[in-house]
């Protein structure tokens, strides 16, 4: 049974930073994609990053040069490195999974397969 447990969410001031952190159990695939996404309140969902069992990223413009992707295989942990943090980042924050190539590095919801629950960032001006 796959899981993922999202935390290191909370409350900041702009210009702050947070990492969050997602620990995977039960995900056996060699190749796969791991993302973050988020919602904000009125907002639809929005992918944010994602990273590819080859080490491959992509982010989405709008976090671009803020935030950083990584997964650390001894912890078995997707990460999420929060940098300057703006009011209009605050949302739920939410990592997804894959075990699949074949669509490549989407931002997409509907192409992962496994989620967590979240994590609450709230950015205070």
């Known amino acids: 049974q796959v899981q993922l447990v999202e935390s290191g969410g909370g409350s900041v001031q702009a210009g702050g930073s947070l990492r969050l952190s997602c620990a995977v159990s039960?995900?056996?695939?060699?190749?796969?994609?791991m993302a973050w996404f988020r919602q904000g309140p009125g907002k639809e969902r929005e992918g944010v990053a994602v990273i590819g069992s080859a080490g491959n990223t992509r982010y989405a413009d709008s976090v671009k040069g803020r935030f950083i992707i990584s997964l650390d295989n001894a912890k078995n942990t997707l990460d999420l490195q929060i940098n300057m943090l703006k009011p209009e980042d605050t949302a739920m924050y939410y990592c997804?999974?894959?075990?699949?190539?074949?669509?490549?590095?989407?931002?997409?919801?509907?192409?992962?397969?496994?989620w967590g629950r979240g994590t609450q960032v709230t950015v205070s001006s």
């Open positions: 039960g995900f056996t695939s060699s190749s796969y994609y």
């Open positions: 997804a999974a894959r075990g699949d190539l074949w669509i490549g590095p989407s931002l997409r919801g509907s192409d992962f397969t496994y």
